[in-house]
C-alpha cells in the first residue's frame, strides 16, 4: 500500500469548512483512498472513501486531483465535535491486507 | 444493527491474570480484526479472521490468544501480559478483507496490567 503524509496538526474555526491535505504520491491504479478519525478515547470512524473521482456523503466531502497524488478531505462546517485525528490511508489488494494507519493530523476546532 | 461491541470497557489485570476481551457484531460481516492502540499513537495491527479462519498475525507475542468462535465473535484471550501491553484494545470487522469495505470499530477496551 502506498505511504501517505499529513500534516502533524491543523486548527480551525468553528464554522469555517476544515481542509485536511494528504499526499500519496505513489499511489497506484487500483488503490483507494479513506479517511477515518479518531476522538479522544474512542475507536476509529470510518468517514469517506474514494478511488479517483470526488465523493460525498453526509459527513465529508473527498477531493482527489486527477494525477491521484493527493487528496483533500473537506468537512464543510466545523463543530466542536470534529476535533479528533483525522488519518489518511490508501488501501490496494496487494501488500499489507489490513487497514494500516499511519501518524494522521490532529485537527483542533476552535470556538 | 450496525455497531461493534467491545467488552469490558476497562480491565485491570495482574501479570499472573489470565482474562478475554471480547467483541461482537450483528451485521453480517465476514472479517473482524484486533488492533492496539498506545497512548498519543495510531492504532496497530494484531490479528485479522477472514471467515472465521486466522488470516494475519503481525508476529504477535503468544500470550495473546485470538479465537473466533462464529462469524459474529471474536476473543482475545490474555495470560501473563506486562505492564507494557497496557493499551486501549480495539475490535473492528468489515464485510471482507478486500480494499473496497470500510472498517466498522468499537469503542475499546482500555486494560491496564499491574
Known amino acids: 500500500d502506498a505511504k501517505t503524509t499529513q500534516p502533524t496538526s491543523m486548527d480551525c474555526a468553528e464554522g469555517r469548512a476544515a481542509n485536511l491535505p494528504c499526499n500519496h504520491s505513489?499511489?497506484?491504479?487500483?488503490?483507494?483512498v479513506y479517511w477515518y478519525r479518531q476522538i479522544h478515547s474512542q475507536g476509529p470512524q470510518y468517514i469517506i472513501h474514494?478511488?479517483?473521482n470526488n465523493e460525498t456523503n453526509e459527513m465529508a466531502s473527498l477531493i482527489i486531483t486527477e494525477d491521484r497524488k493527493s487528496s483533500t478531505l473537506i468537512l464543510p462546517h466545523a463543530t466542536l465535535r470534529d476535533t479528533a485525528v483525522y488519518y489518511c490511508?490508501?488501501?490496494?489488494?496487494?501488500?499489507?491486507?489490513?487497514?494500516?494507519f499511519g501518524s494522521g493530523t490532529r485537527l483542533q476546532v476552535q470556538p | 444493527d450496525t455497531e461493534v461491541t467491545q467488552t469490558p470497557k476497562h480491565l485491570v489485570m495482574g501479570m499472573t491474570n489470565k482474562k478475554s476481551l471480547k467483541c461482537e457484531q450483528h451485521m453480517g460481516h465476514r472479517a473482524m480484526y484486533w488492533y492496539k492502540q498506545k497512548a498519543k499513537k495510531p492504532p496497530e495491527l494484531m490479528f485479522v479472521?477472514?471467515?472465521?479462519?486466522?488470516?494475519i498475525n503481525e508476529s504477535v507475542p503468544s500470550r495473546f490468544s485470538p479465537e473466533c468462535p462464529n462469524s459474529s465473535l471474536l476473543n482475545l484471550h490474555l495470560h501473563a501480559l506486562q505492564p507494557e501491553d497496557s493499551a486501549l484494545y480495539l475490535c473492528a470487522s468489515s464485510p471482507g478483507e478486500g480494499r473496497y469495505y470500510g472498517y466498522t470499530f468499537g469503542s475499546g477496551t482500555r486494560l491496564t496490567v499491574v
Open positions: 505513489t499511489i497506484s491504479g487500483n488503490e483507494y
Open positions: 474514494g478511488l479517483k
Open positions: 479472521y477472514s471467515y472465521e479462519k486466522l488470516s
Open positions: 490511508i490508501v488501501r490496494g489488494d496487494t501488500g499489507r491486507r489490513a487497514l494500516t
